[in-house]
């Protein structure tokens, strides 16, 4: 005869109660870190490597840091199988992107700074003399234009409380609030940078030797840090549009990042080549993993979806190259040999070309302030050198705003043909 608790256990799903599983055993988690799944809220480990300059940024916001920092999500609220993950703001809505419709001289923003220096050609500019805390609403409208146009804009010396970053960041669009990811107590969508933590507390193993690995490798080496090349969240629906980091603790030497112009990128390109890649698609994946409901033991699998490979920007209307060796993993229609061998160009063309590339070299501020560097995600690739090796502290907030759907439009022109520069092939073959 069958127990009645038999009965019961036989009426609960195989999935529900892997779900169940997971979320009441430690040590058990569906992520690639190997975490203490079991911890969340406020985290008291983080508290003694804390860099007094972040210290005094988070106790001048009001923000409490009694308890621990930073704040690791509720292992309860993590989604289990990657279907609920996918669904994660897979919703519709109408995104406005706040450049479009404003001034061509940013007049508001640029006559108000002291200084507006081009750091390169090609991608990256700063601003001196203006506090982005102060910013009206046409100087963000315009900020967000001139970050659209020179892929990344840079802010030494602020003054900025957390709140105010994602604030700025709800102005511009949709906040990013990543499910697995550590965030500043009470403020889901600020999401830290800090490897050090990283380091300590979920046993990322960050080496002199190794932290370039998946630079040449993305399948076969596992993810050490981020100086690997990369774009992110291109898994999402709508990817990260203007993203802000701000870093409040900043090495006297090292720890430089890299962004490379997807703008330019496209343009390195011979003009047959363009036209063989215009229209295509490609998967991209999550950094995290989730288990697959149908095959809940094959192991945590990512969130896939498919863009095109080469985006038109709304608001210049320049087309970009969409691709990036973290994130991309084939091109559809083509055979896996073929696509890889052109992803692993394709990459290249971002990773090689100097003149593509802007390296910013972050300054330590007085306490309590910190540097800020906003780029337009759909349009560029970025790296965060490691050289500092931990020794000197680095920690930031970053506050992510989606953008609108991928979409290419075959109208569109490349940017150095809407600006009338020189696409001379000679000496190309
Ligand atoms: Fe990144």
């Given at each position: 005869?069958?127990s009645?608790?038999?009965?019961k256990?036989?009426?609960?799903?195989v999935?529900?109660e892997i779900?169940?599983l997971?979320?009441?055993?430690?040590?058990?988690?569906?992520?690639?870190?190997e975490q203490?799944?079991?911890h969340?809220?406020?985290?008291p480990?983080?508290?003694?490597?804390?860099?007094?300059?972040?210290?005094k940024?988070?106790?001048?916001?009001?923000?409490?840091?009694s308890?621990?920092?930073?704040s690791?999500?509720d292992?309860?609220?993590?989604?289990v199988f990657?279907?609920?993950?996918?669904?994660?703001?897979?919703?519709?809505?109408?995104?406005?992107?706040?450049?479009?419709?404003?001034?061509?001289?940013?007049?508001?923003?640029?006559?108000a700074?002291?200084?507006?220096?081009?750091?390169?050609k090609?991608?990256?500019t700063?601003?001196?003399?203006?506090q982005?805390?102060?910013?009206?609403?046409?100087?963000?409208?315009?900020l967000?234009?001139?970050?659209?146009?020179?892929?990344?804009?840079?802010?030494?010396?602020?003054?900025?409380?957390?709140q105010?970053q994602?604030?700025?960041?709800?102005?511009?669009?949709?906040?990013?609030?990543h499910?697995q990811?550590?965030?500043v107590?009470g403020?889901?969508?600020?999401?830290?940078?800090?490897?050090?933590?990283?380091?300590?507390?979920?046993?990322?193993?960050?080496?002199?030797?190794?932290?370039?690995?998946?630079?040449?490798d993305?399948v076969?080496?596992?993810?050490q840090?981020?100086?690997?090349?990369?774009t992110?969240?291109?898994?999402?629906?709508?990817?990260a549009?203007?993203?802000?980091?701000?870093?409040?603790?900043?090495p006297e030497?090292?720890?430089?990042?890299?962004?490379?112009?997807?703008?330019?990128?496209y343009?390195?390109l011979?003009?047959?080549f363009?036209?063989?890649?215009d229209g295509?698609?490609a998967?991209?994946?999550?950094?995290?993993?989730?288990?697959?409901?149908k095959n809940?033991?094959?192991?945590?699998?990512?969130?896939?979806?498919?863009?095109?490979?080469?985006?038109?920007?709304?608001?210049?209307?320049?087309k970009?190259?969409?691709?990036?060796?973290s994130?991309?993993?084939?091109?559809?229609g083509l055979?896996?040999?073929?696509?890889?061998?052109?992803?692993?160009?394709l990459f290249e063309?971002?990773?090689k070309?100097?003149?593509?590339?802007v390296?910013?070299?972050?300054t330590?501020?007085?306490?309590?302030?910190?540097?800020?560097a906003?780029?337009?995600?759909?349009?560029?690739?970025?790296?965060?050198?490691w050289?500092?090796?931990?020794?000197?502290?680095?920690h930031g907030?970053r506050?992510?705003?989606?953008?609108?759907?991928?979409?290419?439009?075959p109208?569109s022109?490349?940017q150095r043909?809407?600006l009338?520069?020189?696409?001379?092939?000679?000496?190309?073959?």
């Amino acid at each position: 005869m069958t127990s009645t608790s038999t009965l019961k256990l036989q009426a609960v799903p195989v999935d529900k109660e892997i779900e169940n599983l997971i979320r009441s055993t430690k040590g058990l988690s569906v992520g690639y870190s190997e975490q203490d799944t079991q911890h969340f809220g406020p985290d008291p480990d983080g508290l003694p490597i804390l860099p007094e300059s972040t210290r005094k940024r988070l106790t001048d916001a009001g923000i409490d840091i009694s308890q621990g920092y930073p704040s690791r999500p509720d292992k309860s609220l993590i989604p289990v199988f990657v279907d609920e993950a996918a669904a994660i703001r897979d919703d519709d809505y109408e995104y406005v992107d706040r450049a479009k419709n404003v001034d061509p001289e940013k007049k508001a923003l640029l006559g108000a700074a002291t200084e507006v220096i081009n750091l390169t050609k090609h991608i990256g500019t700063e601003i001196v003399g203006l506090q982005l805390s102060d910013l009206t609403d046409q100087q963000r409208d315009e900020l967000a234009l001139l970050v659209a146009e020179r892929v990344v804009v840079f802010f030494r010396d602020q003054k900025l409380s957390p709140q105010k970053q994602r604030e700025i960041g709800a102005y511009w669009g949709r906040v990013e609030e990543h499910p697995q990811a550590s965030y500043v107590n009470g403020l889901p969508g600020i999401s830290v940078i800090w490897l050090d933590y990283f380091r300590k507390s979920f046993g990322l193993n960050l080496t002199f030797k190794n932290n370039n690995a998946r630079n040449w490798d993305p399948v076969k080496h596992k993810v050490q840090g981020t100086q690997v090349w990369h774009t992110d969240l291109t898994h999402e629906k709508r990817p990260a549009g203007y993203t802000h980091l701000h870093l409040d603790a900043i090495p006297e030497t090292g720890g430089d990042t890299n962004w490379a112009s997807g703008y330019a990128a496209y343009d390195k390109l011979s003009e047959e080549f363009k036209k063989f890649l215009d229209g295509k698609e490609a998967v991209y994946v999550s950094a995290h993993g989730y288990l697959d409901r149908k095959n809940p033991f094959a192991g945590p699998k990512s969130i896939e979806r498919v863009h095109p490979i080469i985006r038109t920007h709304p608001v210049t209307g320049w087309k970009s190259l969409f691709v990036n060796r973290s994130y991309t993993k084939r091109i559809l229609g083509l055979s896996s040999v073929e696509s890889d061998i052109i992803l692993k160009y394709l990459f290249e063309v971002f990773e090689k070309n100097a003149d593509i590339q802007v390296r910013f070299k972050w300054t330590p501020s007085k306490p309590g302030y910190g540097t800020s560097a906003i780029w337009d995600n759909r349009v560029s690739q970025h790296s965060a050198t490691w050289d500092h090796e931990g020794k000197d502290a680095r920690h930031g907030t970053r506050v992510t705003t989606l953008g609108d759907l991928p979409k290419f439009d075959p109208n569109s022109k490349s940017q150095r043909e809407a600006l009338g520069l020189s696409l001379d092939e000679k000496d190309f073959y």
